[in-house]
């Protein structure tokens, strides 16, 4: 496709073609294998101008070959299509039916601008972009909101933020159909993508993906890596009623125990609870696994209690029923965290104290498999030396003041978070400072020119009087003799 169509497509084609796309990932996606190398030079053209899905390494698949690492999906995709989490799925992953809406996304920014995505950039560079810096390809402005709207959730960092295949074919059909009826498109300019959040650190694809019903158990949805456990409004309750367009765009009516009369909340603030799990709750099996990591993250679970789990260490999500596992300690952004005593040999390097025993970190990141990255904001650090570390949940445990069993280790804690809140601390000083520093010099400013004025007044009166008694340049008195 790429060879014969050659630059920019006009939209009512992208669209068209999009339509196709989707069609062949849902077909796919169904019988639960993912592509991971979708590009423009991948998908063909019949004699009647529609698309097929062409070489995407499904033979890996077909014949059941497992991917033994992360080499195995490097060569199963193309560094400028890859999601985030395809460049090292066993850490930042696992691979999921999102990951092929990132390549999705790339494909149609590609036909609608004519320059594959980072163009002319490294293997090297393209990772620190997506991987590191987190940037995202950008599209093409004066698109439809609709399509500008899913375009960009394709390329949300985080996979469960993005749409579902799904989701993507309604609004492309939908678009397709607005296009056709307006007669076409303006636009040629590229600006950054602007993140979709309702403002609860959920995307509005995210909240789409599990629709209420009657007799569902539910709960106040948790914040996304909250720093503690907030309060909920509604501990758990029962759906009574619905009243809305099913999108989770309307209002639950929610008979909570205790409670006489049903409470009417929004459905974008309640999370589905099945045999007392909910998708984003911290998990772990009841029976170990030495092949990748006991604690994850419940990705899905449906009402026959089947779970879908990301778990550090696999490269796909782990599928499997409700009853093989238990709740697990949570973990969120900003805990101070270090190695369990019983840890000798960890999954991931971990830096030590000057007195050999491990050190306290502070969680910075958590990934959607459960693999936290851990800063270290009290260590000195020299040269190319790293900081910030990768862990295992199942491998650390929570330090906190009230869990250091001496007045040495509250010492040190306090200490971890004397440095932890110190840049903080310093860049507010010097916000002060610069505020106070500019509304002194303002006010200094304004007297010295209020000072100037008067002068200037001053000097103008005396110049006034001194004309006076001069006309023309001749004294008054001289003047009245002549």
């Not at 062409?54 to 193309?78: H, K, N, Q, V, W």
């Not at 190319?384 to 199942?394: F, I, K, Q, S, V």
């Given at each position: 496709m790429a060879r014969l169509k050659g630059g920019k497509l006009p939209l009512s084609d992208v669209l068209r073609y999009g339509v196709e796309i989707a069609k062949g990932l849902l077909d796919l996606h169904s019988l639960g294998l993912l592509v991971l190398n979708l590009k423009p030079s991948n998908l063909l053209l019949n004699?009647?101008?529609?698309?097929?899905?062409?070489?995407?390494?499904?033979?890996?698949?077909?014949?059941?070959?497992?991917?033994?690492?992360?080499?195995?999906?490097?060569?199963?995709?193309?560094?400028?299509?890859?999601?985030?989490?395809?460049?090292?799925?066993?850490?930042?992953?696992?691979?999921?039916?999102?990951?092929?809406?990132?390549?999705?996304?790339?494909?149609?920014?590609?036909?609608?601008?004519?320059?594959?995505?980072?163009f002319g950039k490294s293997v090297e560079e393209i990772y620190h972009s997506v991987v590191i810096k987190k940037e995202k390809p950008q599209i093409p402005s004066g698109l439809p909101p609709a399509v500008e709207n899913v375009i960009s959730g394709c390329f949300e960092y985080d996979f469960r933020n993005r749409p579902l295949i799904a989701d993507i074919l309604q609004e492309f059909k939908s678009s397709r159909n607005a296009v056709n009826n307006d007669g076409g498109w303006i636009g040629l300019e590229s600006h950054p993508l602007r993140e979709k959040t309702n403002g609860s650190g959920y995307s509005t694809w995210y909240l789409a993906k599990d629709s209420l019903k009657v007799g569902d158990t539910v709960r106040s949805r948790k914040p996304p890596n909250a720093q503690r456990p907030q309060t909920m409004d509604i501990s758990e309750g029962i759906v009574a009623g619905l009243d809305g367009d099913g999108e989770r765009n309307g209002f639950a009516l929610v008979k909570v125990p205790g409670m006489h009369k049903p409470l009417r909340v929004q459905e974008s603030t309640l999370e589905r609870v099945t045999s007392g799990l909910a998708v984003g709750d911290w998990v772990c099996l009841k029976e170990k696994n030495n092949k990748h990591s006991s604690v994850g993250i419940l990705l899905a679970v449906q009402r026959d209690n089947t779970v879908a789990v990301g778990f550090l260490g696999l490269e796909t999500t782990w599928i499997g029923n409700s009853s093989q596992l238990q709740m697990a300690k949570a973990y969120y952004v900003g805990q101070f965290v270090r190695?369990?005593?019983?840890?000798?040999?960890?999954?991931?390097?971990?830096?030590?104290?000057?007195?050999?025993?491990w050190a306290n970190g502070r969680i910075s990141e958590v990934f959607p498999?459960?693999?936290?990255?851990?800063?270290?904001?009290?260590?000195?650090?020299?040269?190319?030396?790293?900081?910030?570390?990768?862990?295992?949940?199942?491998?650390?445990?929570?330090?906190?003041?009230?869990?250091?069993?001496?007045?040495?280790?509250?010492?040190?804690?306090?200490?971890?978070?004397?440095?932890?809140?110190?840049?903080?601390?310093?860049?507010?000083?010097?916000?002060?400072?610069?505020?106070?520093?500019?509304?002194?010099?303002?006010?200094?400013?304004?007297?010295?020119?209020?000072?100037?004025?008067?002068?200037?007044?001053n000097q103008g009166s005396g110049n006034s009087s001194w004309l006076g008694i001069f006309r023309g340049g001749v004294p008054a008195t001289v003047a009245s003799n002549r």
């Open positions: 004699e009647h101008d529609h698309l097929v899905h062409g070489d995407f390494g499904i033979p890996y698949l077909l014949l059941g070959i497992p991917m033994s690492d992360s080499s195995m999906a490097l060569r199963l995709g193309t560094p400028n299509y890859m999601a985030p989490e395809q460049w090292e799925p066993e850490v930042r992953g696992p691979l999921s039916f999102e990951t092929d809406v990132w390549g999705f996304g790339c494909c149609i920014v590609e036909m609608l601008s004519g320059i594959q995505p980072w190695l369990k005593a019983n840890v000798v040999t960890p999954r991931f390097e971990w830096p030590h104290k000057k007195a050999g025993a498999n459960g693999c936290l990255l851990v800063e270290f904001p009290g260590r000195l650090v020299f040269g190319n030396e790293p900081n910030t570390y990768l862990a295992d949940p199942a491998e650390v445990e929570e330090v906190s003041f009230d869990s250091c069993p001496n007045m040495v280790e509250k010492y040190q804690h306090l200490e971890d978070f004397h440095w932890a809140v110190r840049p903080l601390a310093i860049a507010l000083g010097l916000f002060v400072t610069i505020k106070l520093g500019t509304c002194a010099g303002r006010n200094v400013a304004a007297r010295l020119k209020k000072g100037h004025r008067n002068r200037q007044h």
